[in-house]
């Protein structure tokens, strides 16, 4: 039996994960996908989602426990805070928010609660992440100790207000809004997770998206560094954030 693959799609909001993620799927088999937004996205616009759509058959008592883990109980503590309610049940294998009140919370929240149990049946899958909490490294190791070969797809835009005003151009066609703020201090926090999400990866591929189109510009694997650039062409959040590490 082949191992078990995990892939994360990471980067600050606004970075290309996505563009980076559909490249990558049409190429290569990417195993059971979750995007936190899209199921946030789902659960507004139809009220439920079929869990068997992640190759999963999951039940209510399911739910309860994840519901007292802490990752599950930290994200409650902050809907809550930010005066968001959790309105969702699971039934017959299927998550049902018949108000359709849905929010970023609830779509992390149930993201999370997928990936626990995709871990726990060895299904391959792949996520995306904005990776700004150390709580997605905790993550990655828990799959490593299940087994899993652990891959991370990395990109990043050198000025966050870069960011910012892609965010922007999605949000004018149709795509999810995330405030200035949330971005500016999200994309710090993404840079200073980076490292530590690297010497827990089995390879790491990096990409650069400041210009036109996204570049890879550098691989990791057993703590060795390959450039696939010309270093004069270096963006500086990689070096800053990766390059002085091997250096």
């Not at 993620?21 to 990417?30: G, H, L, P, Q, T």
């Not at 100790?145 to 990043?156: A, D, P, S, V």
């Not at 993404?190 to 570049?215: A, G, H, R, W």
């Amino acid at each position: 039996m082949s191992q078990a693959r995990l892939r994360i799609f990471a980067g600050p909001n606004g970075s290309g994960k996505s563009t980076l993620f559909d490249s990558f799927s049409k190429k290569y088999n990417s195993g059971v996908f979750l995007n936190a937004d899209l199921i946030e996205k789902e659960l507004a616009n139809n009220g439920y989602i079929d869990l068997s759509e992640f190759n999963l058959n999951l039940t209510q008592n399911d739910l309860n426990k994840f519901l007292t883990t802490e990752r599950a109980i930290s994200l409650m503590k902050k809907s809550l805070e930010d005066n968001h309610k959790m309105d969702f049940s699971l039934k017959e294998n299927v998550i049902v928010d018949a108000k359709k009140e849905t929010h970023s919370y609830e779509g992390a929240l149930i993201s999370a609660f997928l990936r626990h149990h995709l871990q726990e049946s060895k299904i391959d899958f792949c996520f995306e992440t904005v990776m700004s909490h150390p709580s997605k490294i905790e993550e990655i190791r828990e799959a490593k100790q299940k087994g899993y070969k652990t891959y991370l797809y990395f990109i990043c835009i050198d000025d966050p207000e870069v960011n910012v005003s892609r965010v922007e151009n999605r949000v004018i066609k149709g795509g999810h809004n995330v405030s200035p703020e949330k971005i500016s201090s999200r994309y710090f926090n993404t840079l200073n997770n980076l490292m530590p999400m690297i010497e827990n990866v089995d390879k790491c591929y990096l990409f650069d998206n400041s210009s036109e189109e996204y570049k890879l510009i550098a691989k990791i694997a057993e703590n060795k560094l390959s450039l696939e650039i010309d270093p004069s062409e270096l963006p500086n959040w990689f070096i800053e954030y990766v390059l002085k590490y091997y250096i």
